[in-house]
Nanobody, 119 residues
Framework: QVQLVESGGGLVHTGGSLRLSCAAS????????MGWFRQAPGKERQFVAG????????YYADSVKGRFTISRDNAKNTVYLQMNSLKPEDTAVYYC????????????WGQGTQVTVSS
């Protein structure tokens, strides 16, 4: 089992940047694929980015390609989401998740961190 804690959210202007972090407990972090999801008010949760267990493969939602970068540091049990060129439509609660990754899915979720992009 793994526990996940996100941090790094906040308020930023359009075009700004933020870096989210997700710290995982336990000694098995490297055995999980990791993902970032987001949920805006009144909308369903949507996939943002994912990364394989060793960081060798990454994948992104079309809406964030070229702007967001997911990475991980297995020595620090942490996954990151670097978000650049932020837009108001990126406003949401961002969650990290751990599990088998696609197509199986994710089993463990953090509590979320709020990202607000003002126009």
């Amino acid at each position: 089992q793994v526990q996940l804690v996100e941090s790094g959210g906040g308020l930023v202007h359009t075009g700004g940047s933020l870096r989210l972090s997700c710290a995982a407990s336990g000694r098995t972090f490297s055995s999980y694929a990791m993902g970032w999801f987001r949920q805006a008010p009144g909308k369903e949760r949507q996939f943002v980015a994912g990364i394989s267990k060793n960081g060798g493969s990454t994948y992104y939602a079309d809406s964030v390609k070229g702007r967001f970068t997911i990475s991980r540091d297995n020595a620090k049990n942490t996954v990151y989401l670097q978000m650049n060129s932020l837009k108001p439509e990126d406003t949401a609660v961002y969650y990290c998740a751990a599990g088998s990754g696609p197509p199986v899915g994710y089993d463990y979720w953090g509590q979320g961190t709020q990202v607000t992009v003002s126009s």
